[in-house]
C-alpha cells in the first residue's frame, strides 16, 4: 500500500476526500491508456525503472487538483443520470417531446426501438488492441456523436490555446477507440475557468467573457490518429530497455517551457546581486505575445535609449519536470534550474 504524506497538515475531513480515489485502473501487460500515450516518450519509460521503495512519496497537497476535477466530472456525470436531466431540460424550455427523445447510455435494443433518438453517453470506458498493445479510453461525454471533455482550468488555456493540440489528440484517440458512438468531425472543449475576473472580461481584449465557455477542435481523422498511435508504439518499443541517455529528451513544448524573461538593470553592479530588484522587465507572455525575439528586442531597444546599464536574461523553466515521476533519474532536467 502506498503511504500518502500530509506535510501541509491539511484537515482530516479533507484529506481523507483527496486520497479518495474511485479511478478504474487497469493494471495489465501492455496496456497503455489514452492520456498515459500523450506523455513524452521519457515520461512512459523511465518511471518503471525506479523501485518502489525509492519513489518519491506523494502528498496530500499534490492531489488537490486531481480530486477537484473528478469531482467536477461526477457532478456533471450524475446530473444525467437516472432521468435528472429530464427536470432541467424543461427548465431550459425544451419541449416534451424533444426531452422523450432523450436517451442516455442505450443499449442496441433501445436504440432499435426509438425513433429518431437523441443519443447521450457518459463516462463510458473502450479498449483496442494494436501492434500488441492494448489502448483504453474513458470519454466524458459523447452528446449526438460529438465528442466532449470539460476541463477546469486558467484563463491562460483559453487566450493562448495552448492546450488545443493536446485537446484534439486526446478526442481523436477516443474517436478511434469509439467510431460506432463518435461520428462527428469536430470535439468540444468546455471550459470551466478558475480564475475568471468579470472586470478583465469587460476590459480586456480576447478575454473570456463568462465563466464557463466551449471551443470546438476539429479532429484528426481516424486514419491519421491511427498512424501517430502506431508511430508512438514504435518509439516505445525501440527505447523501452534504452539505456537512459539514449531515450530522445523531451521538447520544450512537452517540458511546458516558459519563455526567457530579458530583466533591464539601470545600474549593472546590481545584475548579480542576490535580491536585487531590475529596473524593468520584457516578459514574452505578458507584452509580446509569447515572442521572446520581440521582447529581447524592446530590451535592447531600451537599453539603447537610456545609454547606460545592462540586459540579463532569465532562462526559461521547464514547468513540467516538478510533476513528472521521472525526475529523479532523468538526465535531461539536469540541464535546467528548477530552483
Same mark, same amino acid.
Given at each position: 500500500?502506498?503511504? &500518502?504524506?500530509?506535510?501541509?497538515?491539511?484537515?482530516?475531513?479533507?484529506?481523507?476526500?483527496?486520497?479518495?480515489?474511485?479511478?478504474?485502473?487497469?493494471?495489465?501487460?501492455?496496456?497503455?491508456?489514452?492520456?498515459?500515450?500523450?506523455?513524452?516518450?521519457?515520461? &512512459?519509460?523511465?518511471?518503471?525503472?525506479?523501485?518502489?521503495?525509492?519513489?518519491?512519496?506523494?502528498?496530500?497537497?499534490?492531489?488537490?487538483?486531481?480530486?477537484?476535477?473528478?469531482?467536477?466530472?461526477?457532478?456533471?456525470?450524475?446530473?444525467?443520470?437516472?432521468?435528472?436531466?429530464?427536470?432541467?431540460?424543461?427548465?431550459?424550455?425544451?419541449?416534451?417531446?424533444?426531452?422523450?427523445?432523450?436517451?442516455?447510455?442505450?443499449?442496441?435494443?433501445?436504440?432499435?426501438?426509438?425513433?429518431?433518438?437523441?443519443?447521450?453517453?457518459?463516462?463510458?470506458?473502450?479498449?483496442?488492441?494494436?501492434?500488441?498493445?492494448?489502448?483504453?479510453?474513458?470519454?466524458?461525454?459523447?452528446?449526438?456523436?460529438?465528442?466532449?471533455?470539460?476541463?477546469?482550468?486558467?484563463?491562460?488555456?483559453?487566450?493562448?490555446?495552448?492546450?488545443?493540440?493536446?485537446?484534439?489528440?486526446?478526442?481523436? &484517440?477516443?474517436?478511434?477507440?469509439?467510431?460506432?458512438?463518435?461520428?462527428?468531425?469536430?470535439?468540444? &472543449?468546455?471550459?470551466?475557468?478558475?480564475?475568471?475576473? /468579470?472586470?478583465?472580461?469587460? @476590459?480586456?481584449?480576447?478575454?473570456?467573457?463568462?465563466?464557463?465557455?466551449?471551443?470546438?477542435?476539429?479532429?484528426?481523422?481516424?486514419?491519421?490518429?491511427?498512424?501517430?498511435?502506431?508511430?508512438?508504439? /514504435?518509439?516505445?518499443?525501440?527505447?523501452?530497455?534504452?539505456?537512459?541517455?539514449?531515450?530522445?529528451?523531451?521538447?520544450?513544448?512537452?517540458?511546458?517551457?516558459?519563455?526567457?524573461?530579458?530583466?533591464?538593470?539601470?545600474?549593472?553592479?546590481?545584475?548579480?546581486?542576490?535580491?536585487?530588484?531590475?529596473?524593468?522587465?520584457?516578459?514574452?507572455?505578458?507584452?509580446?505575445?509569447?515572442?521572446?525575439?520581440?521582447?529581447?528586442?524592446?530590451?535592447?531597444?531600451?537599453?539603447?535609449?537610456?545609454?547606460?546599464?545592462?540586459?540579463? @536574461?532569465?532562462?526559461?523553466?521547464?514547468?513540467?519536470?516538478?510533476?513528472?515521476?521521472?525526475?529523479?533519474?532523468?538526465?535531461?532536467?539536469? /540541464?535546467?534550474?528548477?530552483?
Amino acid at each position: 500500500m502506498q503511504i &500518502i504524506t500530509n506535510r501541509s497538515e491539511i484537515s482530516l475531513e479533507m484529506a481523507v476526500w483527496l486520497i479518495h480515489d474511485n479511478y478504474d485502473y487497469i493494471d495489465e501487460p501492455n496496456y497503455i491508456s489514452a492520456t498515459g500515450l500523450m506523455k513524452p516518450i521519457r515520461q &512512459i519509460i523511465l518511471p518503471g525503472r525506479i523501485p518502489v521503495e525509492e519513489r518519491e512519496p506523494l502528498d496530500v497537497e499534490d492531489l488537490i487538483s486531481s480530486a477537484m476535477g473528478g469531482a467536477l466530472h461526477d457532478s456533471i456525470e450524475k446530473s444525467w443520470l437516472n432521468g435528472r436531466h429530464k427536470l432541467a431540460l424543461r427548465k431550459l424550455g425544451y419541449p416534451q417531446h424533444i426531452i422523450d427523445r432523450v436517451l442516455v447510455n442505450p443499449t442496441k435494443e433501445e436504440l432499435e426501438a426509438a425513433k429518431d433518438p437523441i443519443t447521450i453517453y457518459l463516462e463510458q470506458r473502450s479498449f483496442r488492441e494494436i501492434d500488441g498493445y492494448k489502448i483504453g479510453g474513458k470519454f466524458d461525454m459523447v452528446c449526438e456523436g460529438r465528442v466532449t471533455d470539460t476541463k477546469s482550468t486558467s484563463v491562460y488555456k483559453w487566450i493562448k490555446g495552448s492546450g488545443d493540440d493536446d485537446y484534439r489528440l486526446q478526442m481523436s &484517440i477516443y474517436r478511434w477507440l469509439n467510431p460506432d458512438k463518435i461520428t462527428d468531425d469536430y470535439g468540444r &472543449i468546455n471550459f470551466i475557468f478558475t480564475d475568471w475576473s /468579470k472586470f478583465e472580461a469587460n @476590459t480586456k481584449d480576447g478575454y473570456p467573457p463568462r465563466r464557463i465557455m466551449h471551443r470546438d477542435i476539429e479532429l484528426l481523422s481516424i486514419e491519421e490518429t491511427e498512424a501517430w498511435i502506431r508511430d508512438k508504439l /514504435k518509439l516505445i518499443e525501440k527505447y523501452k530497455d534504452a539505456p537512459e541517455h539514449l531515450i530522445p529528451e523531451c521538447t520544450p513544448e512537452e517540458l511546458w517551457m516558459t519563455a526567457p524573461l530579458f530583466k533591464y538593470y539601470a545600474d549593472p553592479a546590481k545584475a548579480h546581486q542576490p535580491g536585487a530588484r531590475s529596473s524593468k522587465n520584457f516578459d514574452p507572455s505578458k507584452d509580446f505575445n509569447d515572442d521572446p525575439l520581440a521582447a529581447m528586442r524592446a530590451a535592447n531597444a531600451h537599453l539603447a535609449e537610456k545609454g547606460k546599464g545592462v540586459i540579463v @536574461t532569465v532562462p526559461g523553466k521547464p514547468k513540467r519536470c516538478a510533476y513528472c515521476p521521472a525526475f529523479p533519474i532523468c538526465s535531461q532536467k539536469d /540541464k535546467y534550474n528548477h530552483d
